[in-house]
């Protein structure tokens, strides 16, 4: 009996075709621990989720990364969304992630630690930095975001308890979404100097 010969690119592009017919493959919730974590110049990461069992190959495109509210790290929890499929060039197959989240602690919480651990490392929380608070300070700085209740708070509690403050000024400092850098931060706190309450003196 003669049997049919066909080439590996139609192998690859058969198991491609059958896994991107499947339901569960093509909408996947995947939870593992993040190792290999690697971003290219492109853009892209590149990254394995495994557990005690096994392992699994994924890239995150740059488009659906510029998306993290987090920076994965090797060892992290995690869970992904996206597909399973073929590359059929490699013969290889992987998840296509298109989000992911930390796995218990939130988005926004694991990107507040990770800053502050940054900023504590970059010796900005060192307590010899800190300056003695003076008795009747001439400027007041505020640092907090222009549309929320904070700025009016402060100034109803400062009219209440410091009567000799003035408003004199109030600039809007935005707050950048996602994880900060320490630079962006350093920046923030310079500009605080032209949202001011300033007192006689």
């Known amino acids: 009996m003669e049997q049919n010969i066909i080439a590996v690119s139609q192998v690859n592009e058969y198991i491609k075709f059958l896994l ?25 990461h590149y990254f394995t989720l495994k557990d005690a069992e096994g392992a699994l190959k994924c890239v995150m495109f740059r488009s659906s990364a510029q998306r993290l509210r987090f920076r994965p790290e090797n060892g992290m929890q995690v869970i992904a969304y996206g597909r399973v499929t073929v590359f059929p060039r490699d013969g290889a197959y992987q998840l ?8 218990g602690a939130g988005d926004l919480y694991v990107a507040f630690e990770q800053l502050k651990e940054k900023l504590s490392r970059e010796g ?19 640092i907090t975001s222009a549309a929320g ?8 509690i ?44």
């Open 20 to 44: 991107d017919r499947d339901e569960l493959l093509t909408n996947l919730c995947v939870r593992g621990e993040v190792s290999n974590y690697k971003i290219y110049p492109s853009g892209h």
């Open 96 to 103: 296509y992630c298109s989000a992911l989240t930390a796995d």
């Open 124 to 142: 900005l929380f060192d307590p010899a930095h800190k300056k003695p608070l003076p008795r009747y300070p001439h400027t007041i700085a505020i």
């Open 149 to 156: 209740a904070a700025i009016m708070d402060m100034l109803r």
């Open 158 to 201: 400062l009219a209440k308890r410091y009567p000799l403050a003035k408003n004199k000024s109030a600039s809007k400092l935005s707050r950048k979404s996602g994880p900060s850098s320490s630079a962006s931060m350093r920046s923030r706190v310079r500009s605080a100097t032209r949202t001011t309450i300033r007192l006689p003196t």
